[in-house]
């Protein structure tokens, strides 16, 4: 059976320093160079490698840019909305649906074998007028609706949502908004069970920000984890969206991590920026950049925690100057498009610069294979295989690489499962399983790969007990070496 791919008070931007933001950028990048070194792999590569999401928060308008392009593709395993696939932006009148930023994300999705997440179903900021005034039943349809019409849409494409967003007071009580006044605490539980009927398959999340440690806000959400997983009310995952001041990263975010990750869930860092008080200086930037090291650090020694998701890319459309006056630089490339600290950083938390490859084993001096005319030649192909795995399920991320001189027009990577696991959700590709034969199948967007590049996909699995890293990689029935 083939598996088929899957605070504040808002201001407006600042037009006039903006653009001279802008107009100060667009110089520097005429000579900006891009500080990652060709021999250096690149943050998708060793996120893949290690088995976990390396995301960023899209603006589909700024695609046009080329720096912000060439850095959104080559850097990034995973894509989100920062604001596209909002309530305000995919239904702004009450049934009328507006898919066109929304399908763009998901659109550049695929067509750069990303993985998509969904953010957010229902929120309080963003929501449209007409949903803001509605009485409690009304309220709860229009809010089933919503939720149910959009997790419909990208069903197969999304591999998580965001399902509830930002519902609980620093305190530990419940947001006074208008869905918890209208419809009391239920409504948590009604929008993710509307989520799951929606798409058996996709991961449901709840998102918070200021619950990353442990404090009465993250000890609420524990709670409400705890209670719905007694209970069967489907939640998939956690996101802590870790919009952090420099020196300031909580001190218990695995013990967090960890203690959710005990209850059965995922967890993800799921919007990260860390933002200081301008100008920034060199001491500033240092600390930003263990800061970045350790959150990067600290999911990757976490099995449930699936990644790590910046919001945004460059300092210079960050959100963060707009509502904490004064503060800024929060993200990893600043206004010029030019790596900051914190990129060397995560390189460093991901154990190095390059995945380093695994040594291929030299024939015995007197061992003269025979050469099988059933098996082609090793060294046409390289596969980088990641797994974070919990209890008896696991996430896999892969990079089939072209070593040959001969472009691949269209792709089938075979291997085997050495430990009885099965394929439940896979993107970027078709999967279909004999037994413990698994044969994938490039997506129609995919198919090419260049000679010395690759192309990427995943899937979700189930594990009995171990996950053994399967063997036998083939490309087009070509033996591939794994890195
Ligand atoms: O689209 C309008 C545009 O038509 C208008 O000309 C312009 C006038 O300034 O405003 C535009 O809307 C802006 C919108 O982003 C889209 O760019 C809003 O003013 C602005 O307030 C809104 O800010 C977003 C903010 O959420 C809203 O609360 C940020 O970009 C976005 O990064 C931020 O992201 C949130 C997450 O979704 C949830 N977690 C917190 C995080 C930071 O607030």
């Known amino acids: 059976m083939p598996i088929t791919q899957s605070t504040r008070t808002s201001v407006p931007r600042r037009q006039v320093a903006r653009r001279v933001a802008v107009v100060a950028a667009a110089a520097a990048l005429a000579v900006a160079t891009f500080a990652v070194p060709a021999s250096a792999a690149t943050l998708r590569e060793l996120g893949t490698a290690a088995g976990k999401d390396v995301g960023f928060a899209l603006d589909p308008n700024r695609l046009s840019e080329t ?26 009148q009450r049934g009328q649906f507006s898919w066109g930023q929304a399908d763009a994300v998901a659109s550049y999705a695929a067509t750069t074998g990303k993985k998509l997440y969904g953010h957010t179903l229902v929120w309080h900021q963003q929501l449209p007028g007409w949903a803001q005034n509605l009485g409690a039943s009304e309220l709860e349809s229009a809010m ?31 947001r006074q908004s208008v869905f918890q006044q209208r419809l009391g605490n239920g409504y948590i539980e009604t929008a993710f069970r509307a989520a799951r009927s929606a798409d058996p398959a996709v991961r449901l999340c709840y ?6 440690g442990i404090n009465a806000k993250s000890d609420a959400v524990y709670a409400m984890v705890k209670d719905f997983k007694a209970r069967g009310v489907p939640i998939d995952c956690v996101g802590l969206q870790s919009h952090f001041i420099v020196g300031q990263v909580p001190s218990s975010l695995r013990q967090n991590m960890e203690r959710f990750a005990a209850l059965g869930v ?11 008080t301008m100008p920034s200086d060199s001491t500033k930037l240092a600390q930003q950049a263990a800061d970045y090291r350790s959150v990067f650090s600290t999911c990757n020694a976490v099995a449930r925690c699936q990644g790590v998701t910046i919001w945004g890319i460059t300092d210079k459309y960050s959100w963060v100057p707009d509502v904490f006056s004064g503060q800024g630089a929060a993200l990893v490339w600043d206004n010029g498009y030019a790596p900051k600290p914190a990129y060397a950083a995560i390189q460093a938390a991901f154990g190095g610069v390059t995945p380093t490859p695994t040594p291929t084993p030299t024939p015995t001096a007197t061992a003269t294979p025979t050469p099988d005319p059933t098996t082609p030649p090793a060294g046409t192909c390289s596969v980088t295989y990641g797994a974070s795995t919990w209890n008896t399920g696991f996430t896999a991320n892969v990079i089939v690489r072209n ?14 499962f050495p430990s009885g696991q099965s394929v439940t959700q896979a993107w970027s590709s078709t999967v279909t ?9 490039n997506a129609p967007w995919n198919g090419s790969i260049a000679p010395g590049q690759s192309q990427t996909f995943g899937f979700n699995g189930a594990h009995p007990g171990t996950n053994g890293t399967p063997t036998g990689f083939a490309l087009n029935g070509a033996a591939c070496s794994v890195v």
């Open 433 to 441: 399983q004999q037994g413990a034969q698994v044969t994938v199948t």
């Open 266 to 276: 995922d967890v993800r860092v799921t919007e990260l920026d860390i933002r200081m």
């Open 67 to 92: 720096a912000y392009k060439q850095i959104a593709d080559s850097e990034f395993s995973l894509v989100v909305a920062e604001n596209a696939m909002k309530w305000e932006s995919t239904e702004p």
């Open 144 to 174: 089933v609706s919503h939720a149910s019409t959009v997790v419909r849409r990208y069903a197969g494409q999304v591999v998580a949502w965001d399902v509830v967003n930002e519902a609980f007071e620093e305190n530990g009580t419940r």
């Open 207 to 212: 998102n918070d920000y200021n619950i990353e």
């Open 403 to 416: 070593l040959s001189a001969t472009p691949v027009d269209g792709w089938r990577l075979t291997f085997t």
